[in-house]
């Protein structure tokens, strides 16, 4: 297959903006502050905070969201690397892509439903989401080294990036507009909301088809029964991982991306919670914050991209790195709404260089092999531990301190992972 087609460059980038306005709307942006606002209409506050009682135990419901993407993360961890074999070996990259596609889409639509007194809904509902846009990601980014040559990675994982970025900007955009003349459109705020979620879910389903239109399939084509193929994903697999063994330079890239990604996941997941919790903002304050940081991460990508060709991709991602440990530094020191819009600003910097990690990696493993979408799993595999981890150590520390202190301590991950990164040679 030709490289660096155009066309197909621009449908992989389409996934971005298709698959952004859950990230953003779902996990960031409205959702979170509906939970809260749901969960606090249905179960009260005690001691300024809400609990809920679910297996004998009172919960902080910010504590069972963030377990939420827990174990989503954990679940996806261990089923992606099995089905990124499958998909190298029987050729269904774009077929699992799709399935995990439509299901996180459905899962989407489902939350529209939630209205706080059905909270093991809600919870299910956002966990399937969670398992469905992590899962098609997997096989979305292994697409990248087989549509563009070595050279273009940087620049292409940051067109997907500023596309994902913008795409969920315009789809905040109407929702927020929804949202702040729902008594002009005959409704509340709150069904404001709900039309929005599902809108996120048709969203996803519907942009999503440019990709699936024009990525290639695979060349591989099989008509062995799915236990043969599941066999071979484990052979697949352990191959991968023996070869892995024998890279130093992506074995130490791999423990630094895990330990940065634990502390910078968790507080692009988290940010909009502890806005709604600790600062008590709305969401008619809270999302402009979050459409401003968008603008900014497509600034950051491209100013990113920019950079780790001057200097390489590790210097990029050490600078990087320094910046998010400060972040969180100074996050424990959040006391007003004007320190939570200062420190937004580099957050939403920041967020652009994410796409760096990708281009990295691809990078990093061997060139012109057939096992690009195993590779590509122990990746995801690592990015689902870490943020599983992060959003467990700052659930527990919520619970039983409070979101500043669990802030703070994410500081911790940022000087493990930088440690780790030096170790890996500069890639240009």
């Not at 489902?110 to 956002?126: R, Y």
């Not at 900007?169 to 507009?177: K, P």
């Not at 929804?178 to 909301?193: E, H, P, Q, R, V």
């Not at 929005?196 to 699936?212: C, D, E, P, Y």
Request: proline share 2%; glycine share 8%.
């Amino acid at each position: 297959m030709m490289k660096n087609n155009a066309r197909i460059l621009n449908a992989w980038a389409s996934f971005d903006w298709a698959n952004s306005a859950y990230n953003l709307a779902i996990t960031v942006a409205i959702f979170p502050a509906y939970y809260d606002a749901v969960t606090k209409a249905a179960f009260g506050k005690k001691n300024g905070v809400t609990y809920v009682n679910l297996l004998g135990v009172d919960w902080n419901t910010a504590t069972l969201y963030s377990l939420v993407f827990t174990f989503s993360f954990l679940l996806t961890a261990i089923l992606s690397p099995l089905l990124a074999g499958i998909a190298d070996m029987g050729g269904k990259k774009k077929a699992l892509m799709r399935f995990f596609t439509y299901m996180g889409a459905t899962a989407c639509i489902g939350l529209a439903f939630f209205t706080g007194e059905n909270i093991v809904w809600g919870l299910l509902c956002a966990f399937i989401a969670s398992i469905g846009f992590s899962a098609s990601l997997v096989f979305y980014v292994s697409y990248l080294p087989e549509i563009a040559t070595p050279d273009k990675w940087d620049r292409v994982s940051a067109k997907g990036f500023s596309a994902g970025f913008l795409g969920s900007v315009v789809h905040l955009i109407i929702c927020l507009l929804m949202i702040l003349n729902a008594d002009k459109l005959g409704i509340t705020a709150g069904i404001a909301s709900q039309i929005s979620i599902v809108l996120v879910g048709l969203w996803w389903f519907g942009f999503s088809q440019i990709a699936f239109t024009y990525l290639p399939k695979q060349t591989i084509e099989t008509n062995e029964s799915t236990s043969k193929l599941l066999k071979k994903g484990f052979q697949e697999l352990k191959k991968v991982y023996q070869n892995i063994q024998q890279l130093p330079q992506v074995k130490w890239f791999l423990l630094s991306f895990f330990f940065y990604s634990m502390g910078s996941q968790t507080i692009v997941l988290l940010a909009t919670l502890f806005g709604s919790q600790v600062l008590k903002m709305d969401s008619s304050q809270l999302i402009p914050v979050i459409l401003m940081l968008q603008i900014l991460a497509i600034v950051g990508a491209y100013s990113f991209a920019f950079l780790s060709e001057k200097i390489g991709n590790r210097n990029a991602l050490l600078i990087k790195i320094m910046f998010w440990g400060v972040l969180a530094i100074l996050g424990a020191f959040i006391e007003t709404i004007t320190h939570f819009y200062s420190l937004s600003v580099g957050v939403g910097l920041i967020m652009g260089a994410m796409h760096l990690s990708r281009s990295t990696f691809a990078k990093l493993i061997p060139k012109d092999n057939e096992e690009n979408t195993s590779y590509f799993s122990f990746y995801d595999v690592t990015e689902k531990l870490a943020i599983m981890s992060g959003t467990f150590v700052y659930g527990m520390m919520t619970q039983f301190f409070s979101m500043q202190v669990a802030i703070s301590a994410l500081a911790v991950f940022f000087v493990i992972g930088f440690l780790c990164l030096l170790k890996v040679r500069n890639q240009k």
